[in-house]
């Protein structure tokens, strides 16, 4: 019976991947993620059920559209299976037990990934999404206090990190009176806000030093007119997350 449910949850993670891919696409162009049919990016013709299978679909295709042949990008398709794994990393790690915790999670990385995809190509979060993930913080907090697993310290450190980079940012954009010369973005400080409404400050600060790293390196494989902040640090608590049961009782030493 396990099994089933590791696969589903796999299944799921790569649904949701081809999902991510879309919003990361229509969000910025101001398109709805619900409603309106998928076209080709090339020749824009209606993109039909078989043409949209995620994995099978590229695969049958041979990774070329069905209508003018353009080649599809084939991250989208390491994205799909990427985001798979990462569902059945996080199920395998945490156990299957709270599966209410669980969905909670994915509700949340979903969000995560679209942010992360938008952060990269468009350098900004958008506010709908920062508004989504607060509507899934906001229900899991209440979900914990209900469960009787809520720490207030958890929630209230949370805040402490992403107050200091505000006022940071506000010196700086008095000190240059250029709201642009601020060192992190708002969007980021909002970001790294709900992630910690969501996990929790042990996760969180761990993420934000694991994100520097992630971010040197990724500084080092590209060139950016601007550091996608937001980007490097999903990818970070992605990781986090993964191990968190590992490191449990390092992270709750963190909490004095
Ligand atoms: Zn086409």
Request: hydrophobic letters at 50%; proline letters at 3%.
């Amino acid at each position: 019976m396990d099994a089933i449910i590791y696969v589903a949850i796999f299944l799921t993670g790569i649904v949701f991947g081809s999902f991510f891919t879309l919003a990361v696409y229509r969000i910025p162009r101001k398109e709805n993620i619900v409603y309106g049919r998928s076209h080709c990016t090339s020749c824009n013709h209606k993109l039909g059920f078989w043409d949209l299978i995620p994995i099978l679909s590229y695969i049958f295709l041979g990774g070329k559209c069905r209508y003018c042949g353009e080649k599809i990008r084939i991250r989208y398709l390491l994205l799909e299976i990427f985001s798979g794994f990462v569902f059945l990393a996080i199920a395998l790690t945490h156990g299957i037990e709270n599966i209410v915790n669980l969905c909670f999670i994915y509700l949340f990385i979903a969000g995560m990934f679209i942010i992360a995809g938008i952060d990269k190509e468009k350098y900004e979060i958008p506010n709908g999404l920062c508004i989504y993930e607060l509507f899934v913080a906001i229900f899991h907090l209440l979900y914990s206090y209900y469960t009787k697993s809520f720490d207030y310290r958890y929630t209230v450190y949370a805040l402490i990190v992403p107050l200091i980079f505000y006022i940071l940012d506000k010196l700086f954009s008095v000190l240059y009176k250029d709201e642009n010369k601020v060192p992190i973005g708002y969007g980021d400080i909002k970001y790294l806000a709900l992630i910690g409404l969501m996990f929790g400050f042990p996760i969180q600060i761990t993420s934000i030093v694991i994100s520097t790293f992630v971010t040197l390196v990724g500084i080092l494989i590209h060139r950016y007119k601007e550091i996608p902040w937001g980007y490097y640090l999903t990818i970070a608590t992605i990781m986090v997350l993964i191990i968190e049961p590992y490191i449990a009782n390092t992270l709750n030493f963190i909490i004095i």
